[in-house]
């Protein structure tokens, strides 16, 4: 059934304010996966300060490929087949103190359950992985390229994917529990303006002001945001995190 906003005109002030109620109790006892969807709008259609942001995005990706192509191709035809490159030892140990340091933050990040540990997490497996790239790369043809092969293949690589899997793994468990949060809050704290809105077929996200969609946390930095639900415990996997839930 579906209520015309004719209809809704035509009712009084007290029926409108009844049918508001009776849809804010059925959104708030009912979070289905159908109801979460409504508060799931394109935010690129509602926010035009998205929109432009997007668009901005895209022109900036699109420069950078075509300079980087065009890089690439004057790098091999100009490029020497040896170089001899000085301050050596001091890129090497600089590059494994800076991830000496990730490691680090990534490790307070875990003890602390903050929101920042997804951009750590790609950023350790990132560094990894340049260092097996330039590790080996840099070995060929010389008695170390076998050290170098095996710390790529079985320290550095794993590790990276580790990391890489820990990230998106928690970015999953934030977003799932971010629909959740906000249906509920949409479902239950917009009141009989909203709900009437939504019967008459319109979104929960015309509630919030241009540029402002998702960011809720504005002002709070991730450093500072707890992860979603409970943390590292909606990470595990089902019968481990349901062990977590029930001893907390």
Do not use: K, M, Y
């Given at each position: 059934m579906v209520i015309e906003k004719a209809e809704l005109r035509r009712m009084s002030q007290a029926e409108r304010r009844e049918l508001a109620a009776m849809l804010a109790e059925l959104e708030a006892s009912h979070p289905d996966q159908a109801q979460v969807g409504q508060y799931r709008a394109d935010p690129y259609r509602?926010?035009?300060?998205?929109?432009?942001?997007?668009?901005?995005?895209?022109?900036?990706?699109?420069?950078?490929?075509?300079?980087?192509?065009?890089?690439?191709?004057?790098?091999?035809?100009?490029?020497?087949?040896?170089?001899?490159?000085?301050?050596?030892?001091?890129?090497?140990?600089?590059?494994?103190?800076?991830l000496l340091a990730a490691f680090a933050v990534t490790a307070w990040a875990i003890w602390r359950q903050r929101q920042v540990l997804i951009l750590l997490l790609m950023l350790v497996g990132t560094m990894l992985c340049c260092d097996a790239w330039f590790d080996v790369g840099t070995s060929l043809a010389t008695s170390g390229l076998w050290i170098s092969?095996?710390?790529?293949?079985?320290?550095?690589?794993?590790?990276?994917?580790?990391?890489?899997?820990?990230?998106?793994?928690?970015?999953?468990?934030?977003?799932?529990?971010?629909?959740?949060?906000?249906?509920?809050?949409?479902?239950?704290?917009?009141?009989?303006?909203?709900?009437?809105?939504?019967?008459?077929?319109?979104?929960?996200?015309?509630?919030?002001?241009?540029?402002?969609?998702?960011?809720?946390?504005?002002?709070?930095?991730?450093?500072?945001a707890p992860l979603a639900g409970l943390g590292?415990?909606?990470?595990?996997?089902?019968?481990?995190?349901?062990?977590?839930?029930?001893?907390a």
């Open positions: 509602i926010d035009p300060v998205l929109r432009r942001e997007r668009r901005l995005a895209l022109l900036v990706s699109a420069a950078c490929c075509v300079f980087l192509a065009g890089w690439i191709v004057l790098l091999a035809a100009t490029l020497p087949h040896h170089f001899d490159a000085h301050h050596w030892r001091a890129v090497w140990v600089n590059f494994d103190a800076f092969l095996l710390s790529a293949v079985f320290a550095e690589l794993p590790l990276a994917f580790l990391a890489f899997a820990g990230a998106r793994r928690l970015l999953r468990a934030t977003v799932a529990a971010s629909i959740l949060a906000g249906a509920h809050v949409g479902a239950t704290a917009a009141g009989a303006t909203a709900a009437v809105a939504t019967a008459a077929g319109a979104t929960a996200a015309g509630a919030f002001p241009a540029g402002e969609w998702g960011r809720s946390c504005a002002g709070q930095s991730l450093r500072r590292l415990d909606e990470a595990l996997p089902r019968r481990r995190g349901g062990q977590g839930r029930q001893a």
